[in-house]
Nanobody, 123 residues
Framework: QVQLVESGGDLVQPGGSLRLSCAAS????????IAWFRQAPGKEREQVSC????????YYADSMKGRFTISRDNAKNTVYLQMNSLKPEDTAVYYC????????????????WGQGTQVTVSS
C-alpha cells in the first residue's frame, strides 16, 4: 500500500519560513518524481515545485522561484520543501504527489497523493 504523508504545515507570520516533509512508503521511491501542489480556498490546485527521479532536476512555479527549495533524501524516502519569505498568498493546503518517471505539470499525471498539510501565513 502506497502512502505519502505530509508534515510541517503551521501558522507563520509573513516573511517567515517553514519546511514541509513528504514521507513515502510502499513504492520504489528512487523511481518516482515527487511534486508539491497547493490549493487555496476557492482556487484551483496548482503545482508549486517538482524534483525528478532520474537526475534530481528541480522545477518551480514562477512565483516560488528564489523563495522555495525542493530536495529529496532517497535514503529516507522523503522529499522536503523549504519555504522562505512566506507571503499571505502562500496560504493553502500543500500536497505532495508521486509520478512514475518524470515531472509533469498536470495533477492527472501523478499516481499517488498525500492527504495534505495546512500552511497559513498571517500576522
Amino acid at each position: 500500500q502506497v502512502q505519502l504523508v505530509e508534515s510541517g504545515g503551521d501558522l507563520v507570520q509573513p516573511g517567515g519560513s517553514l519546511r514541509l516533509s513528504c514521507a513515502a512508503s510502499g513504492l520504489s521511491f528512487d523511481y518516482y518524481s515527487i511534486a508539491w501542489f497547493r490549493q487555496a480556498p476557492g482556487k484551483e490546485r496548482e503545482q508549486v515545485s517538482c524534483i525528478s527521479s532520474n537526475d534530481g532536476s528541480t522545477y518551480y512555479a514562477d512565483s516560488m522561484k528564489g523563495r522555495f527549495t525542493i530536495s529529496r533524501d532517497n535514503a529516507k524516502n522523503t522529499v522536503y520543501l523549504q519555504m522562505n519569505s512566506l507571503k499571505p498568498e502562500d496560504t493553502a493546503v500543500y500536497y505532495c504527489a508521486a509520478a512514475a518517471v518524470f515531472c509533469g505539470i498536470a495533477s492527472r499525471e501523478y499516481d499517488y497523493w498525500g492527504q495534505g498539510t495546512q500552511v497559513t501565513v498571517s500576522s
